[in-house]
């Protein structure tokens, strides 16, 4: 029974490239979500998924990030043209139905480097 | 937005102590969770408590919803409970809150 799977774990990239973040949910999970944890900050929600669609992406920057989660394959959490300021931990969660009725399962992180 | 706080920050325990994280929002709430983040930055469940009282092991959890808190009690502490616990809750609005966490340290 695997949990939430993310990779890379680790993702190093210099200022203007674009870093890619995937998310598989837990087996049965139709719903995502993205964070972002500063160092020593607790998590800023990002942006929630159900399948082919955005749910809610009111913590998301306007300008270089997107999400995707397609009908096939992981969510994708994408940052165009990176900056220093965009380096921290990005974790994905899922649970069974979304609206805050069920619990969400945290996968490891991708910590993200820009330099 | 609903406001979530966790006291104290910081805690630095002997190794078999006791102790009791607090967790204080500002609005009712659907969901609340609490995680403890370990030193290797990996995000743990430990209890899916938006009401009522749970326990596992040496842990247990009271959320009291009416009175908007939440207290994680952790006994006979031991060196791998080191690491941050955070306060998560929300609203129904998939937007879920983090608390700034408590960071403990258990030393040997």
């Known amino acids: 029974n695997a949990g939430v799977m993310q990779n890379p774990r680790h993702l190093v990239r210099r200022r203007g490239q674009e870093a890619r973040l995937r998310c598989s949910p837990m087996?049965?999970?139709?719903?995502v979500y993205w964070y972002r944890q500063l160092p020593e900050e607790g998590l800023k929600f990002m942006v929630y998924?159900?399948?082919?669609?955005?749910?809610?992406e009111s913590g998301m920057p306007k300008e270089r990030f997107s999400a995707e989660f397609p009908k096939e394959g992981p969510s994708i959490l994408r940052i165009q043209q990176v900056v220093r300021g965009d380096s921290a931990a990005y974790f994905c969660?899922?649970?069974?139905?979304?609206?805050?009725?069920?619990?969400?399962?945290f996968g490891p992180g991708t910590r993200l480097t820009v330099t | 937005g609903i406001q979530v706080e966790q006291s104290p920050p910081d805690l630095i325990l002997q190794e078999g102590a006791n102790s009791t994280l607090r967790c204080n929002f500002s609005?009712?709430?659907?969901?609340l969770q609490w995680f403890h983040q370990n030193p290797w930055g990996q995000l743990i469940n430990l209890f899916y408590?938006?009401?009522g009282t749970k326990q596992n092991g040496r842990l247990s959890a009271t959320t009291v919803a009416t009175e908007r808190y939440s207290l994680l009690y952790i006994s006979s502490s031991q060196t791998t409970d080191s690491g941050v616990y955070f306060c998560?809750?929300?609203?129904?609005?998939?937007?879920?809150?983090f608390g700034a966490g408590t960071r403990l340290t258990v030393k040997p």
């Open positions: 969660a899922s649970s069974l139905k979304g609206t805050g009725v069920y619990e969400q399962y």
């Open positions: 087996k049965g999970h139709s719903h």
């Open positions: 998924l159900q399948k082919e669609n955005i749910i809610d």
């Open positions: 609005d009712s709430v659907n969901n």
């Open positions: 408590i938006p009401s």
């Open positions: 998560a809750v929300e609203r129904g609005n998939n937007d879920m809150r």
